[in-house]
């Protein structure tokens, strides 16, 4: 549904996107990520027809965009980070103003801006738009992004300014928007984020695409990078007996000895727990730290 | 009120395919006819009009009267058996209604200027400030759209501004039972476009300054320092240029003086310098005359050239040709003399004309190839 062919887009001669290759299927929920500065709004602004690339090219649906933006327009939603609206009209004007560029007749306008500021709770309120606080503008910039029901939709940085309860209604909505088939690509750098929604994912760095693939495939390949040296958190009911091994490298012991952070170069929780039951010491519990998508992320940009 | 607006068109606009530039210039009109700025000025503008064509119609009358009175004078004398013929040259002409549209055209050039500088300063601007552009890009609409809506939007508040000045003062001349001719409200009508010309020149220049601003505040300043740069600063550098140019004028012969050279016996015998004054010569006359009228013809073709670069000398030009039944161009603008034609007047005015038209153009032209290389970040 996306896809990126050499993407490179220069200012004043500096690369902020490098000959990007990307290929997004259709009903993905993809996660861009990368550091501030990276290329991600650049991005994002040369697939949604905003800025033409220096070199190369992007389709969505198979369209060229830099040679048919208003095509592309039409079947894709942009969500941009600190959106925008005019602030001396109400939410309800703001959609309606921005419906009225597709071909939509007043009935079919009205029908889905009620159903989009309920959707998006902006539903009742009267006040001009003006008045929003950030979070208020971030549910109507997604509304704003949903007007011509997208099948690609893109999101930039869309929890930035969200409120818990937000977030986890938007995170609903993402969700069952993949499920209906629409593509949504996720820019940000609030990995926790990215990790619970994104199906796929792709870290950038210096405008240049470094990592792709699913959370499970970019912790295998670049988690155990960090996590080399595994971390084992064991917890009993009897203090800890002294554990030793050749793969460990430390052990930590709490005060009471009833819980132990062990460092060792590989899984020994076998030995562990054959260890502990031998000792006659009963496990609470006991767990292998798996790399998190910051240690991926960190990893990636370590190497 | 705006809720209503487009409660309007919300009902007119649907039959029609509302989209891109149309959208952009309506959603721009009604913003500009709602803005708290647009009414405190616009209705200043129209309060302040309104007096001063309140004060116009009372000259008018008083002129109107003194008139008639000479009138009924001649008509005496002629019964009585007098000799009118010298009166009557030097009589003067029957009071026109147009000399109160003049008050007007004043105004128009201050008050009408600020109006439109408040109107186009923000129109970019404000949407770069409020990332509201981002937003909008991001719906099926070329770029072009939004700057020529912008435009256009502009163009239509400004026309429905000097419209409403214009209906204003006409029922005004009703109200005090002055019936305009056709030719007088034709004059009226054109004079309500020349109006709309100056009004866009300037409210293309904030809309520029708006677009190549990354802030509303500098692009209020920039307008301002244009506005004033065209309006005051280019007369009054104006002379001295033309001045430099063509040098100083020449000197008239009766001024010469002969300095007889001084001889040795003179310095010698430490006598005063005796200055001689030279008879007039009539050649010499003659010579000084046609170099005198060759210098002033290419002074004020200098001056003149300069001064169609000012918005305000060209539009106070065309409005008093236009709003001066025998075409008088009295105090503005190049070459004026009393009594013309209509063809004398448009062969005069036509170079402001052409640039009433061509500086709106100009600045709207930079305004739309700044805004189309705009990076949108």
Known sequence: MIKTESLTKAYNGKKAVNRLDLEIAEGDIFGFLGPNGAGKSTTILMLVGMVEPTEGKCFINDIEVARNPLKVKEIIGYLPEDVGFYGNMSAEQNLDYFARFYNMDAHDRNARIEELLGLVQLDGVSQKVGGYSRGMMQRLGLAQALLNDPKVLFLDEPTANLDPESVFQYRKLITQLSEAGTTIFVSSHILSEVSKVCKTLGIISQGKLIARGTLEELKNDFGRVKAENRRIIVETIEQLPEIRHEAIINVEYDKTKRRAIIEAKSDIRDYVSTLLFEKGVRIREMRMEEPTLEDVFLSVYQR | ?377
């Open chain 2, 1 to 377: 009120m705006k809720t209503y607006f487009y409660l309007f068109i919300r009902g007119e606009s649907e039959k029609m395919e509302a989209k891109g530039l149309f959208n952009v210039a309506l959603k721009e009109f009604i913003d500009h006819l709602t803005s708290r700025k647009f009414i405190v000025i616009l209705g200043l503008f129209l309060i302040i009009s309104a007096y001063s064509m309140h004060q116009g119609i009372d000259n008018y009358n008083n002129e109107l009267e003194s008139y008639k009175e000479q009138i009924s004078q001649i008509t005496e004398d002629k019964a009585g058996g007098t000799s009118i013929t010298i009166e009557s040259e030097y009589m003067s002409e029957k009071p026109s209604i147009l000399l109160i549209f003049q008050v007007m055209s004043f105004q128009m050039v201050s008050l009408g200027a600020i109006l439109a500088i408040a109107m186009g300063f923000d129109l970019v601007s404000r949407e770069k400030e409020s990332r509201s552009l981002k937003s909008l890009l991001s719906h099926p609409l070329f770029r072009d759209e939004i700057i020529n809506g912008k435009a256009l939007g502009g163009i239509f508040a400004l026309t429905f501004a000097i419209g409403i000045a214009l209906l204003i003062s006409v029922a005004m001349l009703l109200l005090f039972s002055i019936v305009p001719d056709l030719d007088e409200l034709c004059r009226i009508a054109l004079f309500g476009l020349v109006s709309v010309l100056c009004l866009l020149t300037y409210f293309s220049i904030a809309l520029m300054t708006s677009t190549i601003s990354d802030s509303s505040g500098k692009s209020l300043i920039y307008a301002l320092i244009v506005f004033l740069a065209i309006s005051f600063f280019v007369p009054m550098v104006g002379g001295i240029v033309a001045e430099s140019v063509v040098g100083d004028p020449p000197e008239p012969p009766m001024f010469q003086h002969e300095v007889p050279p001084p001889s040795v016996k003179e310095t010698e015998s430490e006598e005063p310098i005796v200055i001689r004054e030279v008879p007039l010569d009539e050649e010499e006359w003659q010579l000084y005359e046609e170099e005198s009228n060759a210098y002033w013809q290419k002074r004020r073709g200098i001056d003149d050239a300069i001064l169609t670069i000012v918005p305000t000398t060209n539009y106070l030009t065309v409005s008093s040709a236009v709003l001066s039944k025998n075409g008088n161009v009295p105090m503005f603008g190049p070459g004026y003399r009393s009594e013309t034609t209509s063809e004398d007047v448009l062969e005069r005015v036509w170079k402001n004309i052409l640039a009433l038209i061509i500086f709106p153009l100009v600045f709207f032209a930079i305004a739309y190839i700044k805004f189309m290389r705009m990076d949108i970040r």
